[in-house]
């Protein structure tokens, strides 16, 4: 039987609540990537050189809807991996507005020694889970995702 408060109203069973489990997972993660991927490169900082590193020579613009991050995040994360000579900018010369990101060797060798990194972590955060339950998250987060960024 649930307790009930002054008001009648019983307290929410936390553990059934999607958010914050999601919220705990996220914990979680940024935890195994601290450990097994990067103290210094953010999850967002290797989405932006991973997808650099598929596609070698992105906008801004474009490099920020690839990994879903928005104009003023993106613009710091290329800031900072720019400070740490992992990419180098340099304006289009045929549309000033518009600035295109490299990989430098550095980013490079970074992201290529990062990828096995991201492997490790993945393995250690859904360790527990069979391949077909790692199947049906993946599917349920797209799902989740994918449905609220078309809102």
């Given at each position: 039987?649930?307790?009930?408060?002054?008001?009648?109203?019983?307290?929410e069973?936390?553990?059934?609540?999607?958010?914050?489990?999601?919220?705990?997972?996220?914990?979680?993660?940024?935890?195994?990537?601290?450990?097994?991927?990067?103290?210094?490169?953010?999850?967002?900082?290797?989405?932006?050189?991973?997808?650099?590193?598929?596609?070698?020579?992105?906008?801004?613009?474009?490099?920020?809807?690839?990994v879903?991050?928005?104009?003023?995040?993106?613009?710091e994360?290329?800031?900072r991996?720019?400070?740490?000579?992992?990419?180098?900018?340099?304006?289009?010369?045929?549309?000033?507005?518009?600035?295109?990101?490299?990989?430098?060797?550095?980013?490079?060798?970074?992201?290529?020694?990062?990828?096995?990194?991201?492997?490790?972590?993945?393995?250690?955060?859904?360790?527990?889970?069979?391949?077909?339950?790692?199947?049906?998250?993946?599917?349920?987060?797209?799902?989740?995702?994918?449905?609220?960024?078309?809102?």
């Amino acid at each position: 039987m649930k307790k009930r408060t002054a008001d009648g109203v019983p307290p929410e069973d936390l553990m059934r609540h999607p958010g914050h489990l999601m919220r705990r997972a996220v914990q979680v993660m940024n935890m195994l990537w601290d450990e097994e991927v990067s103290h210094t490169i953010t999850s967002p900082q290797f989405a932006a050189l991973n997808a650099l590193y598929a596609d070698p020579k992105l906008d801004q613009r474009t490099l920020g809807e690839r990994v879903s991050l928005d104009r003023s995040t993106m613009a710091e994360v290329v800031a900072r991996l720019s400070d740490r000579g992992l990419i180098q900018t340099a304006r289009d010369t045929r549309d000033g507005r518009r600035k295109t990101i490299t990989l430098t060797a550095k980013g490079l060798h970074t992201v290529q020694q990062l990828i096995p990194r991201t492997h490790a972590m993945t393995n250690r955060l859904v360790g527990a889970l069979d391949s077909r339950q790692r199947d049906s998250l993946l599917t349920l987060l797209t799902e989740v995702v994918g449905a609220n960024e078309r809102r």
